[in-house]
């Protein structure tokens, strides 16, 4: 089993930054690839971005250039750094993770999830 705790997130102005973290725990030499996803009020949960253990990054198109994930192995923790913010980004953060290495941003395929933080973007 995978715990994933997330922090960092809270109220920005547009064009502002944020950087979320998500610390991993129990077995996550297990861990094949770690992702963001966000859910806004009456919309789908969709993902963000993905990064394999090798470093492979996936980004999805509305965050490509604004959005950089990395993670640190040492102490198991997943970063989203979030620039450029726009009122369109504000929604629940979650981080989840997955045994394989990346295949996408589809829910689907990630067996583990966080409670997720709340980031707000205002205009």
């Known amino acids: 089993q995978v715990r994933l705790v997330e922090s960092g997130g809270g109220s920005v102005q547009a064009g502002g930054s944020l950087t979320l973290s998500c610390a991993a725990s129990?077995?996550?030499?297990?861990?094949?690839?770690m992702g963001w996803f966000r859910q806004a009020p009456g919309q789908e949960r969709e993902g963000v971005a993905a990064?394999?253990?090798?470093?492979?990054?996936i980004y999805a198109d509305s965050v490509k250039g604004r959005f950089t994930i990395s993670q640190d192995k040492a102490k198991n923790t997943l970063y989203l750094q979030m620039n450029s913010l726009k009122p369109e980004d504000a929604a629940m953060y979650s981080c989840a993770a997955d045994k394989s290495r990346c295949r996408g941003l589809d829910t689907k395929t990630y067996r583990y999830w966080g409670q997720g933080t709340q980031v707000t973007v205002s205009s």
């Open positions: 129990g077995q996550t030499y297990t861990i094949g690839c």
């Open positions: 990064i394999s253990r090798d470093a492979y990054t």
